[in-house]
């Protein structure tokens, strides 16, 4: 089983749609947990970290975990074009593991 | 110049030749790290140094050498690659090696012919 999985999609919505993009995990002693957005040609950009279970909130995005399901989300509110990017989720405990990404495009 | 910066953006080079990646951090981490980024795979990690000592060789082939001079610099030496090593490569460094988020490169598109 793997560390971490995360739908590759591609998923492709119109702009202002709330979207949703999901991790689950198997090993419990994961604490941390980030979201990174990348762009094509471009490096992984850190787009949210949250230690332990519960929501952050920065702008239109939202980052939730829920230690009990082993389940984390990333929530964007009204998406836009320049949302079109690979989103990639990681958690550690000491190791950091990297979810393969899901290919977004946000349709004008 | 902030962030992390690697050099060069794109290199295509032959099984036979002697090339170096190079990074540098001006975030005032004691971490870094390379990492392989292949199509429809997870980011593998390939090697970490704390306070210029390496922490973690996550079984590389010996045609990759890293080298960390100094806390902002990383360098990753490629002689006889395999066409199988075509790749992203990303720099990125963090804090501290235990925990903390990375913050990544724009890494150097390799191609090996």
């Known amino acids: 089983q793997k560390e971490v999985e995360q739908d590759p999609g591609p998923l492709s919505v119109p702009e202002g749609a709330i979207v949703s993009l999901n991790c689950t995990y198997s090993?419990?002693?994961?604490?941390?947990f980030m979201w990174y957005r990348q762009y094509s040609r471009k490096g992984p950009e850190l787009l949210m970290y949250?230690?332990?279970?519960g929501n952050k909130e920065d702008g239109r995005f939202t980052a939730q975990v829920d230690k009990s399901s082993k389940y984390i989300s990333l929530f964007i509110r009204d998406s836009q074009p320049s949302d079109s990017a690979t989103y990639l989720c990681?958690?550690?405990?000491?190791?950091?593991?990297f979810g393969t990404g899901t290919r977004l495009t946000v349709i004008p | 110049e902030t962030g992390v910066t690697q050099t060069p953006r794109h290199l295509v080079m032959g099984m036979t030749n002697k090339k170096s990646l190079k990074c540098e951090q001006h975030?005032?981490?004691?971490?870094m790290y390379w990492y392989k980024q292949s199509a429809k795979k997870p980011l593998e990690l390939m090697f970490v140094?704390?306070?210029?000592?390496?922490?973690e060789n996550n079984s590389v082939p010996s045609r990759f050498s890293p080298e960390c001079p100094n806390s902002s610099h990383l360098f990753l030496h490629l002689h006889t690659l395999q066409p199988e090593d075509s790749a992203l490569y990303l720099c990125?460094?963090?804090?501290?090696?235990?925990?903390?988020?990375?913050?990544f490169g724009n890494g150097t598109r390799l191609t090996v012919t």
């Open positions: 990125a460094s963090s804090q501290d090696s235990r925990g903390g988020p990375l913050h």
């Open positions: 090993n419990s002693a994961f604490q941390y």
């Open positions: 949250t230690y332990s279970s």
């Open positions: 990681a958690m550690r405990a000491n190791n950091l593991f």
């Open positions: 975030l005032g981490h004691n971490a």
């Open positions: 140094y704390s306070l210029e000592e390496r922490v």
